[in-house]
């Protein structure tokens, strides 16, 4: 049986797989994590709890209403983006003049409380998502197998990934997103309402983190636990990629995932640490990340 570095194929790509798959969720994730520090300066440490949410969201959709997986790609973002909103006008519209760490202690302490409520309605205990009918089996690519739902998620996580960094970096709203940043006084002289687009902005990151809980839901279990187990690993991420770098964040998320996928293979123990290494050896070498600017 023919083997790669001494690893049967079978076993070398599908924790590739695995590690493509992880990377989509890091990619999505780390993604909105860019969009709100990039434009609001703000360390969203709840993403991973509205994570969590959109795939609750979706679950309650199904288990309630009978309203399936399609229909709650597009609704549970929505439902975590309103709630994204009501958080950005209500709580952290009042701490934009102050420290970072006001909204850091701000978003932590709600990420506590949203992922205690779900705790105590519905336990810690996962509760399954079927896989859509539509995307259920897979392929026999000859060297892998490959699950047809995980190919769709991959395949989904880029094309956001990438829709989002274009509208960002290459179209006139992201043009004025940027300039709100750097200089919002100027921009609201042009008539152009500042408060207004950095609650959209906000919505619209908290609804990415949405969007990648409905995406994992047929994956992983839906968890109160889930987000709380996935958030330090992104924000390593995102410290690697440079905080407020949109293709930094899309870059890196794959890219460490993939990485993780061959640490598995081979040298396992470590599997779970490489990402916080990579992050130590970033920060000695380029504090500001790998695509992240001097500040």
């Not at 790509?13 to 703000?42: P, R």
């Not at 991959?154 to 829709?163: D, G, N, P, T």
């Not at 924000?235 to 061959?262: K, P």
Request: net charge positive.
């Amino acid at each position: 049986m023919s083997t790669i570095f001494g690893i049967p194929p079978q076993a070398l790509f599908g924790q590739l797989l695995l590690g493509l798959i992880n990377g989509s969720f890091y990619a999505l994730l780390s993604l909105g994590l860019a969009v709100i520090f990039g434009m609001l300066n703000v360390i969203n440490f709840a993403h991973g709890a509205l994570y969590m949410l959109g795939a609750f969201v979706a679950w309650l959709l199904l288990t309630t209403a009978g309203i399936g997986y399609w229909w709650a790609l597009l609704l549970a973002p929505l439902v975590v983006g309103a709630f994204g909103v009501a958080l950005e006008k209500t709580l952290l519209s009042r701490l934009y003049k102050l420290d970072h760490l006001y909204g850091l202690l701000l978003t932590f302490g709600l990420a506590l409380i949203v992922e205690g409520a779900f705790r105590h309605f519905y336990g810690v205990s996962g509760q399954p998502y079927p896989i859509p009918d539509l995307l259920r089996g897979g392929q026999n690519l000859g060297f892998m197998f490959l699950p047809n739902y995980r190919g769709w998620v991959v395949v989904a996580s880029l094309v956001v990934c990438l829709a989002t960094w274009y509208a960002i970096e290459r179209t006139k709203l992201g043009a004025y997103l940027r300039a709100a940043t750097e200089n919002p006084v100027l921009v609201q002289a042009f008539g152009i309402n500042v408060p207004l687009m950095i609650t959209a902005t906000y919505g619209f990151g908290v609804a990415l983190a949405g969007l990648a809980g409905v995406l994992a839901a047929p994956i992983y279990q839906v968890s109160p636990l889930m987000g709380s187990n996935l958030i330090i690993v992104v924000f390593a991420v995102v410290v690697i990629g440079g905080m407020g770098s949109i293709l930094g964040a899309v870059l890196t998320g794959y890219g460490l995932g993939l990485l993780e996928g061959l640490t598995k293979v081979f040298y396992p123990e470590a599997s779970n640490i490489v990402v916080f290494v990579i992050m130590a050896v970033v920060l000695l070498i380029k504090p500001a990340g790998l695509f992240g600017r001097e500040r």
